[in-house]
């Protein structure tokens, strides 16, 4: 009989496990099956951790069994109007994201505190860790004094950052924080910070997470559940508050075969990520299963799981089996953690072996493993897969597609269209992966060998995603010749991947826009979007470190390496890549050299963190004492902003815009133009040029962020055409229609999107955008919502929406409203002159329709239809009090008041 009440449920549930001779217990996922009469061991991995998930937290008898009836059963639809509230075990953050979330937690403080609350008691309830490794931008490359010079600017550029940063690590409880200069937050993850198994207070659970950033999946490649959400939905898992889900939809992806010599998992990642795109994962839970996974290391597995986001999966997850015990042993984790894993995994059904059946999933998709082949991604996309060789002919294509150079006979031509300007090995996708970082040593030893070196347009870096990594390529002699091609480590952190390329070898820039080229970047990362990697760059290709290398040799895209030679030694020797790639067993001995005493000397002091961290000065308080005068942290406003749900009235269209709007084009990450909105800010706050960091680096002013809403430079503005980047036109309350035609004459001019927002806010007038298919895709960024609000955004209309950019609007109170398929072809007719009334109940449900009117200056109406996509109850509660910032603090606040 199924218990009915918690006492009961513990009673029965919570069983014991003992483990070198102490006792621990665990919720037991069997007997709680036995008692359901399910077949657990069909069930996907990914079920059967929420279904622990929701024993462990359990609510009431009817609520907790319908949801474990329904998950045990499968018997559901995504629209099923059932809703599961997740608890993960920690949040993982980097500091682009952290830094805004923490200084939210700090306003929290002060909201709570001048509510009369207790702004102590503001913390997070939830463990959090928080790698810093988005700031090291590459300022300097190709040089032995890289890494030194770029770590120096990264100091001196975000010491206000770090200062705040060091402290929230004193001021908030359950905080840990990762100094600068110690790798990527995910590969940290992977190598340190996760355990697949915690023990809490004796109380064994599956180590979960949700990450401030969208790669956090990379840690499902060891075992564990976690995905990316949005910084606005991790504050609110920080304090305690669950993750609102749909039931998942799960597909299981099946992989058979081995991957043939030569092929790697950047190769196997850009197909699957073509494949799974295609096939329509969007929103659903990927879970790899098959014999072809006993072939794949767990750098391998996590290579694919990282790159979820690109193939549209909330996660990508792979089971706990031997492979991942010998990568606890080998990441140096502690021997009494790796026997609780193997334990608690067998006990719970969680283990995987041969002999595992294999679960049943809804939906299947079969991949063999042999059939994959040298890949790269790109120019745009990095679900556009491409085969090695066929990269001569897209470049070509590109060219003649974006136009023709210009040119000047007069001035000396040092690069033309389809060069690679940038060729950077980076992003924790790759570089925690030792067989390709391994693979690209080995090549480019054979190429300094050969007598090959690589053209001095290109600007080469190499920025490993740990110390490990550094490690084993010192130790087996291989870094003395990537430094010998350019590629020396530049630093240690997210950078070209994330737009922190830094400036172009010898002011390519001016060439490059004079002659309006079509030049490239080459990068080991997990995107490619338009305007991420350097604004200077049209064409982004996606690459595995070897073939980075490759091209980099070669200094240009205009080729087909699988047939044509890279380059021509002094010797005049034709050199081929298959003259440069390394053997089976020639990878297989350096790959041994990859060892547990590595990771031991690169995580023994990882808090600690080098001199320039603990120089840092900070003042021991409370509540932060903000300063007036810092151009990196500013206490936002949003806990003054109203958020109103009433019915939008005469709101203005601030932007039409396309299919595949990122969030790169909403709030960019990388650099800050001189002559933009927040380069015109920083310049009036006495910031020069060469100091204004990157929008990311700036998340914590809002101020700077809300002038960078919308501030990129190729993002296209139907309201602004021809002219493109950041600009629109405001139909605000004193435009008039006076003739029969709509002329360009009558037009208001072209603006500044931040400009126009000023004037709609001055003139009381609500704001809302108009957007294609997949509005919101690319990384976690909560400002892409955060400055939507302050630029006065009401409601979103758009044809479909990215899940964790969907979720970020209605946690600030911006409406996303999604155009029924049948009104798509009359919104891709309006102009922006239009005012928009949208019609809202008092009594707000969740995926409610919603009527959306449109008159035009002309008196003519369009109405169309839309569904509301607030999802679910919480993300209803959290909207209607105000945005999930406010609804937090005014818990807080009457938790407070009722204990008074």
Known sequence: MIPNNEHAWRQRYLQSLTLDGKEHVYWSLKTLAN?????????????????ENVMRHYEDHGKTSAIISALFSGKYAAEDDIELFFYPSRVLMQDYTGVPALVDLAAMRDAVSLAGG???????????????????????????????????????????????????????????????????????????????????????????LVGTDSHTTMINGLGVLGWGVGGIEAEAAMLGQPISLNLPHIVGVKLEGELQEGITATDLVLTLTERLRTYGVVGKYVEFFGSGIMNLTVADRATLSNMAPEYGANCGLFPVDERVIAYL??????????????????????????????????????????DIEPSLAGPKRPQDRLAL??????????????????????????????????????????????????????????????????????????????QAVARYLDDTGLQAYLDRLGFQRIGFGCTTCIGNSGPLNSDLEADIEQQHLNVCAILSGNRNFEGRIHPSVSLNWLASPPLVIAFALAGHTRINLQKEPIATNIEGEDIYLRDLWPTKAM?????????????????????????HWQNLTMDNSICYPWDKASTYIQRPPFFECEISQKPIKSARILAILGDSITTDHI??????????????????????????????????????????TFANQRIQNKMAAPQIGGVTRYFGANYSYHRDSFSSVELPPVISIYEASQQAISDDTPLVVLAGKE??????????????????????????????????????GILPLQIAPQDRGDVQLLTGREAVFIDLNHDLHPRQDVKIMLRDVDGSELQISAILRIDNQRELDYFNGGGVLRYIANTFVTKNNERN
């Open 329 to 370: 042993q080998l990441t140096n984790r502690p021997q009494p953690l790796i026997e609780n894993v193997r334990a608690y995994a067998i006990a719970q059904g969680l283990w995987y072996d041969a002999k595992t059946p294999s679960p049943i999933y809804k939906e299947t998709v079969h991949v063999d493993l042999s």
């Open 587 to 611: 990878l297989d001995h350096t790959l041994r050299q990859v060892t547990q005493h590595q990771f031991r000397l690169s995580y023994q002091d990882i808090e600690k963190g080098d001199n």
């Open 118 to 208: 207790d702004p102590e008691r503001i913390n997070p309830i939830c463990a959090v860790d928080l790698v810093i490794d988005h700031s090291v931008i590459v300022d300097k490359a190709g040089s032995n004094l890289a890494l030194a010079t770029n770590r120096q600017l990264e100091m001196r550029r975000n010491q206000e950052r770090y200062q705040f940063l060091k402290w929230a690590q004193s001021a908030f409880d359950n905080l840990t924080v990762i100094p600068p200069g110690r790798g990527i937050c995910h590969q940290v993850n992977l190598e340190y910070l996760a355990q697949v198994v915690r023990n809490e207070q004796g109380v064994l659970i599956p180590d979960t």
């Open 389 to 466: 060789g066929a990269i001569k002919q897209i470049t070509q294509a590109q060219i003649d597609l974006m136009g023709k150079s210009v040119t000047n006979d007069e001035v000396p031509h040092t690069i033309t269209d389809g060069d690679i300007v940038i060729a950077a090995i980076t992003s924790c996708t790759n570089t925690s992966n030792p067989t390709v970082m391994l693979t690209a040593g080995l090549l480019a030893k054979a190429a300094v060998e050969k007598g090959l070196s690589v053209p001095e347009h290109v600007k080469t870096s190499l920025a490993p995603g740990s």
């Open 667 to 708: 709030s960019p990450a990388g650099q800050i133009a001189a002559n933009s909105p927040a380069g015109l800010y920083l310049a009036a706050h006495h910031v020069s040029s060469a100091d204004f960091n990157s929008y990311g680096a700036r998340r914590g002013n809002h101020e700077v962020m809300v002038r960078g």
């Open 35 to 51: 008692d359901y009469q399910a077949d657990l061991a069909h069930l996907p991995i990914i079920t059967r951790l929420f279904i």
């Open 775 to 812: 509005y919101g895709t690319g990384s976690s960024r909560d400002w892409a919502a955060k400055g939507c609000l302050l630029q006065n955004v009401k409601a979103v209309i758009a044809e479909t929406f990215e899940r964790i950019h969907r979720s970020n609007l209605v946690g600030m």
